[in-house]
């Protein structure tokens, strides 16, 4: 994922994906080609409601950062928007990415686990993309997101879910799981 996201997926990914979900055109056109080469979300976080101008933005699963970069524009530069990622090949790139775009109010942060590295009562809005059915320590990580958010704070987030029961071959796939 973190060279491209290209052909590994079922679902438009890339710019195509970020078309398809309904993210802004703006956003998309001004966005550097190597932001939108590694997107693979299964959702629009940002259809759920308003990033207010000045608002503190956690992403949980940041990726190559595309969301971040919506958020950074949302927020503005009175906001702070932070990512948390498991994998340090893409802190690395979207560190990469967002430093291309000139934002300044964007960090973020290589994790280990569900334990998220920032205060109680931090963030405004919380947002992810096709990341939390990864975790399997969910109600840990529920836990942790509702710590860190702000009273009447948002969670504001699009995931993928089983509707039926999985064939048996498949139940312990790691494909399976990313699909």
Same mark, same amino acid.
């Given at each position: 994922?973190?060279?491209?996201?290209?052909?590994?997926?079922?679902?438009?990914?890339?710019?195509?994906?970020?078309?398809?979900?309904?993210?802004?055109?703006?956003?998309? *056109? +001004?966005a550097?080609?190597?932001?939108?080469?590694? !997107?693979?979300? =299964?959702?629009?976080?940002?259809?759920l409601g308003a990033i207010e101008p000045g608002a503190t933005v956690l992403?949980?699963?940041n990726g190559a950062g595309f969301d971040l970069y919506v958020a950074s524009r949302l927020a503005g530069?009175?906001?702070r928007v932070c990512g948390i990622d498991l994998t340090r090949e893409m802190v690395d790139l979207a560190r990469q990415n967002l430093?291309?775009?000139?934002?300044?109010?964007?960090?973020?942060?290589?994790?280990? *686990? +569900?334990?998220i590295p920032y205060?109680?009562?931090? !963030?405004?809005? =919380?947002?992810?993309?096709?990341?939390i059915n990864l975790s399997p320590c969910k109600q840990e990580l529920f836990q942790e997101i509702f710590?860190?958010?702000?009273?009447?704070?948002?969670?504001?987030?699009?995931?993928?879910?089983?509707?039926?029961e999985l064939p048996g071959a498949l139940a312990g796939s790691p494909e399976a799981w990313s699909q």
């Amino acid at each position: 994922m973190a060279l491209s996201s290209e052909g590994k997926f079922e679902y438009p990914t890339g710019r195509a994906g970020a078309e398809g979900l309904g993210y802004d055109p703006v956003f998309i *056109s +001004e966005a550097s080609p190597s932001l939108l080469k590694s !997107f693979c979300g =299964v959702g629009n976080p940002f259809s759920l409601g308003a990033i207010e101008p000045g608002a503190t933005v956690l992403d949980i699963g940041n990726g190559a950062g595309f969301d971040l970069y919506v958020a950074s524009r949302l927020a503005g530069e009175t906001g702070r928007v932070c990512g948390i990622d498991l994998t340090r090949e893409m802190v690395d790139l979207a560190r990469q990415n967002l430093a291309e775009s000139g934002l300044t109010n964007i960090e973020v942060t290589h994790v280990s *686990s +569900e334990k998220i590295p920032y205060d109680d009562n931090t !963030f405004d809005t =919380v947002i992810s993309n096709g990341v939390i059915n990864l975790s399997p320590c969910k109600q840990e990580l529920f836990q942790e997101i509702f710590r860190v958010l702000k009273k009447n704070g948002k969670l504001q987030f699009a995931d993928v879910v089983l509707e039926k029961e999985l064939p048996g071959a498949l139940a312990g796939s790691p494909e399976a799981w990313s699909q």
